[in-house]
């Protein structure tokens, strides 16, 4: 099982576990008062409900360091640039370093784009229904990309401002 299966599997359980323990001491409370709910509320928040959130949200980032980190030739990427979303494949990996070429990306020709006035001239309001289908292009652009530590992702870019992630999801920003 990969690390990050085993991370999602933790949080799933002390979610669970959170929401147990916030039925039992707060919803099953008889006393259907604002004070008493609040009271109830503060009391389960400093017994559990504080520690078990920052231990979710520290797997959850660990997780998504794990997913970022498990990358492998053959995987579906996507280079995240300022808005737009350029969909790859990992064609090389190295201890500290991944390459990936731009797949041929095909917008769905039932999108069509719904424009309203505003902004500078009009805003595109639909461009989040996009969807697309993807291709391997063995002439498509190669990107090498570096592991951050820091950012606990793949990046490119002196200034790391264009990351890597999992999974292909082109995009493209009419709006910008």
């Not at 794990?66 to 030739?73: A, S």
């Not at 002196?158 to 890597?164: A, E, R, Y």
């Amino acid at each position: 099982m990969k690390r990050s299966e085993e991370l999602r599997e933790q949080i799933k359980d002390l979610q669970a576990l959170k929401d147990k323990k916030y039925y039992e001491m707060v919803t099953s409370r008889v006393d259907p008062t604002m004070e008493s709910w609040q009271a109830a509320w503060n009391e389960y928040y400093e017994k559990c409900g504080r520690q078990l959130s920052e231990t979710i949200r520290q797997l959850e980032h660990e997780m998504l360091v794990e997913i970022n980190r498990e990358l492998d030739v053959g995987d579906g990427a996507t280079l995240c640039l300022y808005s737009d979303r350029y969909a790859c494949t990992v064609i090389a990996k190295t201890a500290k370093t991944i390459t990936v070429q731009r797949d041929k990306a095909t917008r769905d020709p039932n999108f069509k784009p719904k424009w309203e006035a505003g902004g500078f001239s009009a805003i595109c309001v639909n461009q989040e229904e996009q969807s697309w289908t993807y291709e391997r292009d063995p002439n498509g652009e190669i990107t090498k990309c570096y592991w951050s530590e820091k950012l606990g992702r793949y990046t490119t870019g002196g200034d790391q401002s264009i990351k890597v992630s999992p999974g292909r999801h082109e995009f493209y920003d009419y709006n910008f």
